[in-house]
Structures are given as C-alpha cells and as structure tokens.
C-alpha cells in the first residue's frame, strides 16, 4: 500500500542453474541443520534427535519442490504499528503448503511440553483458505525496540504461506491474504520501494547527526524512493529513482561540513 515505509517485491523465473545451485545452497545448509541437532544439548535423547532430523528433512523437500516449480514469488513489507514502531508482513508462493501445514502440526504436537512451543497456537482462525497460528516472538536488543510488541501471526494455505511479526498483526495477514492474486499491473516483477521519513522513523534512534539530517531532508512529494529491475529483450534494466530529499539531504550534508 502507499502508506507502507517499505517493500520488496520479486516474481520472476528462474533458471535451471539458479535452481542447481538454489538446491545445492539449501542441501548444504541442511547438512549443517543436521551436524547442530547431532550436538545440541537441548535435544538429551536419540529419539529427540530423529524426530528433528525427520521435520528438518521433511521442510527440505518442501523447500526443493518450491524451487524446482522455476519460479519465485513474493514479498516484504514495512509498515508502521500505532505505537510508532515496525511492524513486518512477508508472503510467498510455496509448492506443497498442505504438507508443509502438516509438518508445522506435527512438530508443535511431538514437542508439546517443550520449552517455546507453549507459546505456538494452532488454528486460532482461518481466513480465505488458510488456517493462522499465533506465536509469541522472542524480541531481544535492537529488534525489541524497534518492532512493535504483540503475537505474530502464520498462515498456510495450499499454495502460499504468510507471515505478520508487530502490532495488529493477525488484521495485518488477514489483509495480505485478501491481496493475494490481485497485483498491480504497474509494478515490475522485481521491485523495492520505500519513504525514507518512515524508515528513519522506525529504525534512526538516538542521536547520531546524519539521522537528524535525514529527519530535516525528507518531507513532502520528495520523501521516496524505487528500485525496479525490469526485463528487457536481451537481458533486464535496471531503474532507480529518488526523491528531491535525497538531494536535500546532500545538500544539508555539505553544508554542515563547511559549518554553514
């Protein structure tokens, strides 16, 4: 929407050697999951381990067969809760979301008890053919004090899974679901977009001087900027655009170095 601070868009193809090496990423990665399960110390029992392994092993393949559809699609988005902080809504195509909604159902029933999955709750709603959990997210550092505090929001549906971290977020993932599949056919597939008085907003704390310039420099129609990659007939363009704030900013930049 045109009031968020941020966001990223991206739905393109991809080819088979991004998929290869996409799958050989996501193999090393599990590997590496597999030798930490093997040493963890919360996990006291061989049995404790497998049942890991096997949930790690089982999203794995979601992950591939995701990838091997040849395409991605999805997106970020930064918006600003009413208490003045961050709050987070991220959604994407995935192949298989019925097992991986299966996957998610098993882990929190085989580590009921467990320390952090009290706080996960299975369906407390549903929504145009997506079953929401709720979550209580750890926050720590610069994170609690820059996202919004309240209970994150999943949701799965068949063929997409979302996901709301900050503020109202089960309204938040609701409205994202209600969005899926309408677009906007003046967006390229790959963009990012973003009012810098926001961002500043949400994430420039304290009192470091370039953050107060960036407050001065962007206001009014200025206060924007896009990044667009847009594909062209032997290869793509890339598009940036920024706002008269930028130059703004530049300029008061300048003018605090010379003193003036």
Known sequence: GADAAGSLNFAMPISDSMREFFRDSVRSSMDQARADIDESEKLQTVEQKKIVMDLLDRVGKVIEATADTGKVDGTIVINMASDGKAQIVAAGSVAQGDE??????????????????????????????????????????????????????????????????????????????????????????????????????????????????????????????????LPGERGARLRLELGEGFLRFIALSVSQQLGG
Do not use: C, W
């Open 100 to 229: 991986l909604a299966k996957i998610i159902d098993d882990a929190v029933k085989q580590n009921a008890g467990q320390p952090g999955f009290e706080k996960f709750k299975l369906d407390v709603a549903k929504h145009g053919g997506a079953r929401i959990h709720s979550f209580e997210p750890e926050l720590k550092g610069e994170n609690k004090e820059n996202i919004s505090s309240g209970p994150g929001h999943l949701a799965i549906r068949s063929d997409a899974v979302y996901i709301a971290l900050g503020g109202d977020s089960l309204a938040a993932l609701k409205a994202a679901i209600d969005q899926t599949g309408k677009g906007s056919p003046t967006r390229p597939p790959v963009s990012i977009r973003a009012q810098p008085s926001k961002l500043v907003a949400l994430f420039g704390k304290g009192e470091d001087p370039n953050i107060k310039l960036a407050r001065e420099a962007f206001t009014g129609e200025g206060d924007h900027m896009s990044l667009e990659l």
